[in-house]
């Protein structure tokens, strides 16, 4: 894909990030398809029927064991209608985690794409690590735009 398409969809996984009511991340993920169609679109948030309130949002303890990566909700929302994500890619406001590049490999994702410039949090970084590698190992392509 050109740079210019690049840069269209990491501006709309930025903007879709911003309906997360996540106090301290906002995550955006836009999953398109060959034809530079979009087949799914996730944020990070709580699942559906589950109370996002402040007092859960605000503590990591409530909130990490309840809330769905932007990468997961866009996964699980393709499989709720039946769309297959298989040979598409990726477009992140973060780059994945190892949870969601297990989820991404699982998808059939074949490409994935983030910024360059983020400052990512120390607690984040040896987590990160892993997941390039294992994106590495399954032959996904990794880019920063």
Known sequence: MSDRWDVRFIELAKHISQWSKDPSTKVGCVVVGEDREI?????????RGIKDDEDRLSDRSKKYPLICHAEENAIMH???VGVSLKGNTAYVTWPPCSRCTRSLIQ??????????????????????????????????????V
Not at 39 to 47: I, V
Not at 116 to 142: G, H, N, T, Y
Request: charged residues 30%; without cysteine.
């Open 39 to 47: 087949r799914s679109t996730g944020f990070n948030g709580f699942p």
């Open 78 to 80: 393709a499989a709720r």
């Open 107 to 144: 998808a059939g994702i074949n490409e994935v794409v983030f910024p360059k410039s983020l400052d990512i949090p120390d607690r984040w970084q040896e987590d990160f690590r892993i997941a390039m590698s294992m994106m590495d190992e399954a032959e996904i392509i990794v880019r920063q």
